[in-house]
């Protein structure tokens, strides 16, 4: 699977978008993006992934760079309970051999 | 969504003992689980992978005959940390693969080993 670059940690306003970049330019045609978070002392938690197009669900949007060597995350309003690690992860399609490896992660804190 | 149980969420032995952990999918069948093993301040480590009715793989450096994974039924599987040491202690957490449209992998909520 393709190697992914995050930054070490953000902060965030509440109530403000959190935008949250993932490098994977060796990303091969075939693997998807995947976004993680995991709350401290919890399981992870799926948000969202995608192919080539951008995506949006309950949780958040997933914006894929045309070249897709790049995407960004949006939370479109923080809460404090977004605070959490989160995973930027490239992989192939999952009726394949579907491991999911995790990197380092971002570390978002939501401030009041 | 889907759900997964791992249980216990937590666990104190003493060394030398073995400990089991179990992860259900509590609501579909999941043929592939995974285990993985999370130290503070680090991120999570696969250590195997499991499929129903077959022996799990594991990882590159992971003691096979120390961590044993079985998993029997469609909605269960087991890790064992058998004669467990004080370097064990970690946060260990499975994850099941939903074979509905996304496919995507579900978590279950993390058992904390200490192991004194």
């Known amino acids: 699977d393709a190697k992914t670059t995050q930054p070490t940690s953000m902060d965030c306003a509440e109530g403000r978008a959190a935008n949250l970049p993932c490098n994977h330019s060796?990303?091969?045609?075939?693997?998807?993006v995947y976004w993680y978070r995991q709350i401290h002392s919890q399981g992870p938690q799926y948000i969202i992934h995608?192919?080539?197009n951008n995506e949006t669900n309950e949780m958040a949007s997933l914006i894929i760079t045309e070249d897709r060597k790049s995407s960004t995350l949006i939370l479109p309003h923080a809460t404090l309970r977004d605070t959490a690690v989160y995973y930027c992860?490239?992989?192939?399609?999952?009726?394949?051999?579907?491991?999911?490896?995790f990197g380092a992660g971002t570390q978002v804190v939501v401030t009041p | 969504g889907a759900v997964v149980s791992q249980h216990p969420s937590r666990v104190i032995c003493k060394s030398g003992t073995s400990v089991k952990i179990e992860c259900r999918s509590l609501?579909?069948?999941?043929?592939?689980m995974f285990w993985y093993r999370q130290f503070p301040k680090q991120s999570l480590m696969l250590m195997a992978t499991?499929?129903?009715?077959?022996?799990?793989?594991?990882e590159q450096g992971v003691e096979k005959d120390k961590f044993l994974i079985n998993h029997a039924s469609l909605t269960l599987s087991t890790l064992t940390v058998t004669s467990a040491h004080p370097e064990d202690s970690s946060f260990y957490i499975c994850?099941?693969?939903?074979?509905?449209?996304?496919?995507?992998?579900?978590f279950g909520e993390g058992s904390r080993l200490t192991v004194l």
């Open positions: 994850s099941a693969r939903w074979q509905g449209a996304a496919g995507e992998l579900f």
């Open positions: 060796t990303i091969s045609g075939n693997e998807y």
């Open positions: 995608g192919l080539k």
């Open positions: 992860i490239v992989r192939l399609p999952l009726d394949s051999w579907g491991k999911l490896q």
């Open positions: 609501d579909f069948q999941a043929t592939t």
């Open positions: 499991s499929n129903e009715g077959s022996k799990a793989t594991y």
